[in-house]
């Protein structure tokens, strides 16, 4: 079993509680504007544009597939940049065993690892076995997801997984579509499924310059989870975000006013285990 990585982090610890190993599996289903890492959104298509802009010459292609060295690789981004299908050469194919030769070497310093992305619920078996695995290191496992798949399909993988951080990037649906290019429908059912299953560890809210869409989204999930999980509150950045994000995101951040206002609204819904960020 092998599943398409975009990058491995020995640690982190922004992505789930304590210090854990974060792998970011490649493609998800999203199309979100404000994306901070928008070459994990689509596999490769082997075009070739990037291979003659790599000063390294680590990029090369055989049989019509674009390969990439890793070991000459100088991680200068040039080829991300001027790809034009929001995807990178740099994705490793890699197998369970292969994954768990990376976390054994960052256990001693790790309480657990996170699966994040692109998507890494696009790869509901390959979590699943990993997760077990995981769980005989005696680590804990936490997942981060847009909830697009509809988790209550993956009993068992859920049954392995400690905790979850669900993104609710817009409560209505238009808006939704709008900055993610799909509908919540599942987002909302898996919101509900997870509390009630007490597997939520976090919901996640990025404000934008849109503050009707910030009070709609924020007043909704308050009154939803109230005190049952963190709700982390995220100012809109625009660092990483792609020329088509910039031009209706903006190009400033949200400012801390925004950002304390949508805490009081939560607190006042019940929500009282709240992270700015
Ligand atoms: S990041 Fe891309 S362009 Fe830069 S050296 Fe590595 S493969 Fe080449
Ligand atoms: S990373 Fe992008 S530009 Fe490079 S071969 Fe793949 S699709 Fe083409």
């Known amino acids: 079993m092998i599943a398409p990585i975009n990058k491995i982090i020995p640690f982190s ?48 292609i055989k049989n019509n597939k674009v390969l990439w060295d890793d070991s000459t690789c100088i991680n200068c981004d040039t080829c991300i940049k001027v790809c034009p299908y929001l995807s990178s050469p740099k994705i490793k194919y890699m197998d369970i065993e292969t994954v768990i030769k990376h976390i054994e070497k960052a256990k001693p310093f790790i309480v657990g690892i996170t699966v994040s992305g ?24 936490f997942m981060d ?30 808006q939704h579509y709008a ?17 009630e299953k007490n597997k939520l ?8 310059h849109d503050h009707q869409r910030n009070i709609d989204t924020v007043e909704n999930v308050s009154r939803i ?27 400033n951040s949200v400012d801390d006013a925004e950002l304390s206002l949508m805490k009081k609204i939560a607190e006042t819904n019940g929500a009282n285990r709240i992270i700015t960020v």
């Open 13 to 60: 610890n922004v992505d789930g509680p304590g210090n854990r190993l974060a792998i970011f599996f490649q493609s998800c289903p999203f199309r979100c504007l404000y994306c901070h890492n928008p070459e994990t959104i689509n596999m490769c298509n082997h075009c070739g544009i990037c291979v003659d802009t790599c000063p390294t010459r680590s990029l090369t």
């Open 118 to 141: 692109g998507e890494c619920t696009n790869h509901p078996e390959f979590l699943t076995t990993l997760f077990k695995e995981v769980k005989k290191l005696g680590l804990t496992t």
């Open 145 to 174: 997801t847009n909830g697009h798949h509809d988790l209550s399909l993956f009993p068992e993988l859920l049954a392995h997984t400690d905790g979850i951080m669900l993104d609710v990037k817009a409560f209505d649906q238009k």
């Open 179 to 195: 900055l993610t290019n799909k509908d919540n429908v599942t987002v909302l059912k898996n919101l509900n499924y997870l509390l």
């Open 201 to 208: 560890y976090e919901v996640r809210t990025v404000l934008l």
């Open 225 to 251: 989870i109230k005190d049952k999980c963190y709700y982390k509150l995220i100012k809109y950045r625009p660092f990483g975000v792609r020329v088509e994000g910039l031009k209706i995101c903006g190009d």
